[in-house]
């Protein structure tokens, strides 16, 4: 069932004097002896609501309740100060979206006010309203504007367009009955049907399409009986005024076939409404039923009771300026049926006067509404113009931002790329710099091996050879020498000398043997630190071996090349290769120096290795290439191998 537009206490009750607008009842007078109540009303009760005595939904009722109350005393309000009066009611309602059901209420209560007091324009706009709410929140149609449309039709008699707004809701308003009973249609739309059909049914007894009524009773009992299928209803407001549109339309039908004596026992029926709903403000049900009993009257020719019911109407504290014209047509009626038609044509001739003076007020009214609707309208096309000057001004500013926005994001991405240039450069530098010290310290190492080298060859070649000799000389002169003493001296003399000999000869062979174990330590020394510097140990599993003798006679070009190849491997598996382990290996292997790097990375895919690594494998191979090398690449899923060899006959 579709949500209704108040907790189910309050079903129906903003329909609860739509009856008495419809029969024109208004009582003016005592409307403005209660004037200043309605103030001191909502105060009291904002009042007791901010100091906790009852929660917002109970305000919302207790408000709505005290509005009604007003109306069917009389009390109009102007549209400013119900606004004000109701200022609190619209906080609450539109503060907490689950009090939207009573931004509907709110637009009911403000076309209740119009309705009742003959605001047509008005009425109209907030009917609008009120099917706004409803199709914001996804209900079905209100049929609140069909209700005002066929309203206003009806007091000018334009039946036609009556029923063409009823043509128009047709399908929908035929399908209450089954709706109503699968409670699928709050019953509240449905009592506004019963409003709509009551004009219909008029006009088509107008055009005297039998069928039509016939149809149109047909579908109002429907709807009427479904309603009261679901008897009792909390809003015992809403089983009066549906049970009073079922006898209406009893009425009228009885009137249409010409039964008038049914039609009085349907006027008893009505009367009776009263005391079964003596709980309810039902003291609008006399001023109507007098109406239709001189109706009734003057169809059964009764000159006697008609002139009673007359005079009971025109003395009626319900009776206004409005109802003259009708008053005037009775008259005119009785007077006929005495025989009196000079009197009647006199009546008549009132009767049309006062209707005129309707119509005046009517044209006066309908200009003040054009005037309204057009001052709106102008009023309209200032705030279009208005609000076309903020869009553009908006549009602007958005601009702008979005234009600051991207000035702000260039410069911040031409910040980010120099930055990353100059540590690019940086690290350049600090690279070439590495490489220039390792070169540098590779030439003092080789100086100091070849001086070592040379040393050792001069002591080699120049003292130990003159020692030799010297040693043999002594040896020689101790033979000649017959002297026993003499002779030990230089056999003695000779020994050392050996000695000495030895020694020098030893320590030359060391120093030429020494200067290539300290030249390959440092190499070894300097694959380490390229190594530990690009791949700390808490992040990589290191394995660095280099064979004994491996580097043996490997000059400093080439030594260079192997680290510049280690070099541009690390750095491939750094920026690609996602590995944990790193294995360096460097031995000989039939002639040729091999050096072997493996990891346990990702692999090469084989796009990343024609774009992405491309440069740094070319560069691998460029520098294998000069030393008359080759370089091999084999790769998987499970990581990646890079095999260098260099012919040592070449070096």
């Given at each position: 069932?579709?949500?209704?537009?108040?907790?189910?206490?309050?079903?129906?009750?903003?329909?609860?004097?739509?009856?008495?607008?419809?029969?024109?009842?208004?009582?003016?007078?005592?409307?403005?002896?209660?004037?200043?109540?309605?103030?001191?009303?909502?105060?009291?009760?904002?009042?007791?609501?901010?100091?906790?005595?009852?929660?917002?939904?109970?305000?919302?009722?207790?408000?709505?309740?005290?509005?009604?109350?007003?109306?069917?005393?009389?009390?109009?309000?102007?549209?400013?100060?119900?606004?004000?009066?109701?200022?609190?009611?619209?906080?609450?309602?539109?503060?907490?979206?689950?009090?939207?059901?009573?931004?509907?209420?709110?637009?009911?209560?403000?076309?209740?006010?119009?309705?009742?007091?003959?605001?047509?324009?008005?009425?109209?706009?907030?009917?609008?309203?009120?099917?706004?709410?409803?199709?914001?929140?996804?209900?079905?149609?209100?049929?609140?504007?069909?209700?005002?449309?066929?309203?206003?039709?009806?007091?000018?008699?334009?039946?036609?367009?009556?029923?063409?707004?009823?043509?128009?809701?047709?399908?929908?308003?035929?399908?209450?009955?089954?709706?109503?009973?699968?409670?699928?249609?709050?019953?509240?739309?449905?009592?506004?049907?019963?409003?709509?059909?009551?004009?219909?049914?008029?006009?088509?007894?107008?055009?005297?399409?039998?069928?039509?009524?016939?149809?149109?009773?047909?579908?109002?009992?429907?709807?009427?009986?479904?309603?009261?299928?679901?008897?009792?209803?909390?809003?015992?407001?809403?089983?009066?005024?549906?049970?009073?549109?079922?006898?209406?339309?009893?009425?009228?039908?009885?009137?249409?076939?010409?039964?008038?004596?049914?039609?009085?026992?349907?006027?008893?029926?009505?009367?009776?409404?009263?005391?079964?709903?003596?709980?309810?403000?039902?003291?609008?049900?006399?001023?109507?039923?007098?109406?239709?009993?001189?109706?009734?009257?003057?169809?059964?020719?009764?000159?006697?009771?008609?002139?009673?019911?007359?005079?009971?109407?025109?003395?009626?504290?319900?009776?206004?300026?409005?109802?003259?014209?009708?008053?005037?047509?009775?008259?005119?009626?009785?007077?006929?049926?005495?025989?009196?038609?000079?009197?009647?044509?006199?009546?008549?001739?009132?009767?049309?006067?006062?209707?005129?003076?309707?119509?005046?007020?009517?044209?006066?009214?309908?200009?003040?509404?054009?005037?309204?609707?057009?001052?709106?309208?102008?009023?309209?096309?200032?705030?279009?113009?208005?609000?076309?000057?903020?869009?553009?001004?908006?549009?602007?500013?958005?601009?702008?931002?979005?234009?600051?926005?991207?000035?702000?994001?260039?410069?911040?991405?031409?910040?980010?790329?120099?930055?990353?240039?100059?540590?690019?450069?940086?690290?350049?530098?600090?690279?070439?710099?590495?490489?220039?010290?390792?070169?540098?310290?590779?030439?003092?190492?080789?100086?100091?091996?070849?001086?070592?080298?040379?040393?050792?060859?001069?002591?080699?070649?120049?003292?130990?050879?003159s020692m030799a000799a010297f040693t043999h000389q002594l040896e020689v002169l101790s033979m000649d020498?017959?002297?026993?003493?003499?002779?030990?001296?230089?056999?003695?003399?000779?020994?050392?000398?050996?000695?000495?000999?030895?020694?020098?000869?030893?320590?030359?062979?060391?120093?030429?043997?020494?200067?290539?174990?300290?030249?390959?330590?440092?190499?070894?020394?300097?694959?380490?630190?390229?190594?530990?510097?690009?791949?700390?140990?808490?992040?990589?599993?290191?394995?660095?071996?280099?064979?004994?003798?491996?580097?043996?006679?490997?000059?400093?070009?080439?030594?260079?090349?192997?680290?510049?190849?280690?070099?541009?491997?690390?750095?491939?598996?750094?920026?690609?290769?996602?590995?944990?382990?790193?294995?360096?290996?460097?031995?000989?292997?039939?002639?040729?120096?091999?050096?072997?790097?493996?990891?346990?990375?990702?692999?090469?895919?084989?796009?990343?290795?024609?774009?992405?690594?491309?440069?740094?494998?070319?560069?691998i191979r460029r520098r294998v290439q000069y030393l008359n090398g080759e370089m091999k690449i084999s790769?998987?899923?499970?990581?990646?191998?890079?095999?260098?060899?260099?012919?040592?006959?070449?070096?």
């Open positions: 069932m579709k949500t209704s537009i108040y907790p189910k206490s309050r079903k129906g009750f903003f329909f609860s004097l739509l009856f008495l607008s419809l029969f024109s009842v208004v009582n003016f007078a005592y409307g403005q002896v209660q004037k200043d109540r309605a103030p001191q009303e909502f105060h009291k009760l904002g009042k007791a609501y901010q100091a906790g005595k009852f929660p917002a939904d109970k305000y919302l009722i207790k408000a709505d309740s005290l509005i009604h109350q007003f109306l069917s005393e009389g009390k109009s309000f102007e549209t400013k100060e119900l606004v004000n009066l109701l200022s609190l009611y619209e906080d609450i309602a539109w503060g907490d979206p689950k009090y939207s059901y009573a931004r509907k209420s709110y637009y009911y209560l403000f076309f209740n006010n119009a309705r009742m007091f003959k605001k047509k324009g008005a009425s109209m706009y907030y009917a609008e309203k009120v099917t706004e709410e409803y199709k914001r929140e996804g209900e079905n149609n209100p049929l609140i504007e069909q209700l005002q449309k066929c309203k206003m039709y009806q007091e000018q008699r334009l039946y036609d367009k009556v029923i063409a707004v009823f043509e128009k809701e047709e399908k929908y308003i035929t399908s209450l009955p089954e709706l109503i009973k699968k409670d699928k249609v709050d019953l509240s739309i449905a009592l506004n049907a019963m409003y709509v059909l009551s004009p219909t049914l008029t006009g088509y007894i107008k055009q005297k399409d039998s069928a039509k009524v016939l149809k149109t009773a047909d579908l109002t009992r429907s709807i009427g009986k479904a309603i009261q299928s679901k008897y009792p209803l909390s809003s015992r407001s809403r089983m009066l005024y549906n049970d009073l549109l079922l006898i209406d339309m009893e009425h009228s039908l009885a009137n249409y076939q010409q039964n008038y004596q049914l039609a009085g026992k349907i006027l008893d029926r009505m009367e009776g409404l009263k005391k079964t709903y003596s709980d309810q403000a039902a003291n609008f049900i006399d001023i109507n039923v007098v109406r239709m009993r001189i109706e009734n009257f003057f169809n059964l020719k009764k000159p006697d009771s008609l002139a009673a019911y007359i005079s009971k109407y025109e003395h009626s504290p319900n009776f206004g300026k409005s109802q003259s014209a009708d008053l005037e047509e009775y008259k005119a009626k009785l007077q006929a049926i005495k025989g009196n038609y000079q009197g009647a044509y006199s009546y008549l001739t009132e009767s049309i006067q006062h209707e005129r003076n309707l119509q005046g007020t009517l044209m006066a009214e309908t200009s003040d509404l054009l005037y309204a609707y057009t001052q709106a309208e102008h009023s309209d096309i200032a705030l279009q113009k208005t609000e076309l000057v903020k869009q553009q001004r908006t549009k602007w500013l958005v601009i702008i931002s979005i234009a600051a926005t991207l000035l702000i994001l260039l410069i911040y991405l031409l910040m980010v790329y120099r930055s990353r240039k100059a540590k690019a450069q940086i690290v350049a530098l600090n690279q070439m710099a590495d490489m220039q010290i390792i070169a540098m310290e590779e030439a003092k190492h080789e100086a100091v091996k070849e001086e070592q080298q040379r040393l050792g060859q001069d002591l080699h070649d120049g003292l130990s050879s020498v017959a002297d026993d003493g003499l002779r030990n001296k230089f056999n003695s003399l000779r020994t050392e000398m050996v000695k000495a000999y030895e020694t020098v000869r030893s320590k030359s062979h060391d120093w030429f043997s020494a200067s290539d174990k300290v030249h390959e330590l440092s190499f070894e020394n300097q694959i380490q630190q390229l190594a530990e510097s690009s791949l700390p140990g808490n992040r990589y599993q290191k394995q660095i071996h280099i064979d004994d003798t491996s580097l043996t006679g490997i000059g400093t070009d080439t030594r260079i090349v192997l680290l510049r190849v280690i070099q541009e491997a690390i750095t491939n598996i750094i920026k690609h290769a996602k590995a944990k382990k790193v294995e360096i290996l460097i031995y000989q292997d039939e002639g040729q120096l091999v050096l072997n790097i493996i990891d346990d990375g990702v692999g090469l895919s084989e796009k990343r290795n024609s774009t992405s690594k491309s440069l740094g494998l070319e560069s790769s998987d899923g499970k990581g990646t191998e890079i095999v260098v060899t260099i012919p040592l006959v070449d070096h």
